[in-house]
């Protein structure tokens, strides 16, 4: 009998008369069994967390500090049987599960310190005549109960991005987790139940689409925390109304390898960043533009790391590529790669799918127009190109849709600032993977990738709002 996850609402776990079971992505067994949240669960969750905010906002920063403190060492001490739990839903490898664990951990203990730091400035007023004998005094305040949404990939470090910098700067928060990876965040909803964190506060409530478009359209809610598909995120968007909405939407990353790269540094970092989780990440590697000059040497150097991943069960240490998350993915990434082949594109490796799994993939010659290079593919798969001038590449980097990190790997000092400057990104790595994330550094994107910015003390200036006093007679 799979384990019973009841859902988590204002600091009590209820059960509802509709049932959730998860699905493993590997073999199809149910792996627990959670419960859809009514919408008078929704309600009642809204209000708690109504009744809750003058109470978190009220604490003193060291409380919230050490709230937040305490869960991170609650997850430290589950963390197997959190890796566990995600490998097991999300069919994420068990070494990759167990690091999003150790990230989601510092998320907590970032929260914690940032807690402490929240302040402000002095600011003179006296720039003009009339303003002689007055100073401002900025501090930020937190804005009011919020609402969140986090995607099946990262169900815990995600998840962690939206509370931890809430219960920072005292923001009681309604969590929706996904429906396909929800027991993570409703295990660590235990630990949370003892962190200390005033009743209401939080509410972790799996909901189907109908009841989470009024999370979404609440007027009560004071913001929109949205990570997942670009087209989910602009319609929540939509239905905002008047709220703050915070998206972190999908992307298809690109690298530039510059000629003077170090070949077998890039090749490596490049297979991690393709197909580390099958490479469902909104920051997984999905183009690659290679100067023409280590183009051959650097194709080689990919397809001997790509030959030497393992596919298999999550669970087994060795793995490093599991299964996709459902078998609709598996066939939209076979009809994506049938369709750029037929458009001319090349196989160099992979290519097919094997039961719930997509082969490692990587393809050449493929049309720009083909939806696995200008649309967000979410699988295990990579494009090359090559390039004679360096700003050629930026610019083909820039032709798409999203654009949330950019990677590239060169010696030139020039070149790096040239891509810092010119990439219409959110973030630009240099020397490494547009997959690199510490969980301290703003993180977001821009055009249909989102708007806004995550990391912790980012996301605490999205969760409040400056208010300034001016003082006379001094």
């Known amino acids: 009998m799979a384990p019973e996850y009841p859902f988590f609402l204002a600091g009590q776990f209820r059960r509802s008369s509709q049932p959730l079971e998860v699905i493993s992505p590997y073999d199809g067994q149910v792996v627990g069994i959670t419960f859809y949240a009514e919408a008078s669960d929704l309600e009642e969750a809204t209000q708690a967390a109504q009744e809750s905010f003058p109470v978190l906002r009220s604490l003193p920063a060291y409380e919230r500090s050490s709230i937040l403190g305490r869960i991170a060492q609650g997850v430290r001490q589950e963390k197997d049987y959190l890796a566990r739990i995600i490998a097991l839903e999300a069919g994420k490898p068990i070494r990759d599960s ?83 990876t929800p027991l993570t965040m409703l295990a660590v909803a235990r630990i949370i139940a003892e962190s200390g964190l005033p009743r209401g506060a939080l509410s972790v409530l799996p909901m189907a689409r109908e009841v ?100 298999g069960d999550p669970l087994d240490p060795e793995t490093g590529l599991g299964p996709m998350v459902d078998e609709g993915a598996v066939a939209r990434t076979q009809a994506w790669v049938e369709e750029a082949v037929a458009q001319g594109a090349r196989v160099l490796a992979g290519g097919r799918a094997q039961g719930r799994f997509f082969q490692p993939t990587v393809l050449t010659d493929v049309d720009p127009a083909s939806k696995v290079c200008s649309m967000e593919v979410f699988a295990p798969l990579v494009n090359l190109f090559s390039f004679r001038d360096f700003k050629d590449a930026v610019a083909r980097v820039n032709d798409s849709a999203y654009g949330l990190q950019a990677g590239v790997f060169t010696g030139s000092l020039a070149n790096s600032f040239y891509a810092f400057q010119e990439l219409e990104v959110g973030g630009v790595i240099v020397n490494d993977i547009p997959s690199f994330r510490i969980d301290h550094m703003p993180y977001g994107g821009v055009k249909d990738s989102g708007q806004g910015r995550e990391g912790i003390r980012s996301a605490i200036e999205e969760m409040t709002e400056p208010k300034i006093m001016v003082v006379g007679g001094i």
Request: glycine share 10%; proline share 7%.
């Open 98 to 180: 167990a690091f999003e664990v150790e990230r989601a951990i510092f998320t907590f203990e970032t929260g914690s310190e940032e807690a402490r730091r929240l302040g402000g400035e002095v600011l003179p007023l006296d720039l003009l005549p009339h303003a002689r004998g007055r100073l401002g005094i900025v501090r930020r305040f937190p804005i009011g109960p919020i609402a969140a949404i986090t995607p099946f990939n990262f169900p815990l470090n995600l998840a962690a991005h939206k509370v931890a910098p809430a219960i920072a700067c005292g923001n009681p928060v309604v969590l929706k987790p996904p429906s396909k």
């Open 212 to 311: 989470d478009h009024k999370l979404a359209s609440d007027p009560r809610f004071k913001l929109l925390s949205f990570t997942g598909s670009a087209e989910v995120g602009w319609g929540l968007k939509a239905r905002a109304g008047k709220k703050k909405v915070l998206l972190e939407l999908g992307g298809n990353a690109g690298v530039i390898v510059d000629r003077d790269a170090d070949v077998e540094h890039a090749a490596g970092r490049i297979s991690a960043g393709s197909f580390s989780y099958a490479g469902q990440s909104c920051i997984s590697v999905q183009r690659v533009y290679v100067h023409q000059d280590i183009f051959q040497p650097f194709a080689q150097a990919l397809l001997e790391r790509v030959s030497g991943i393992k596919m």
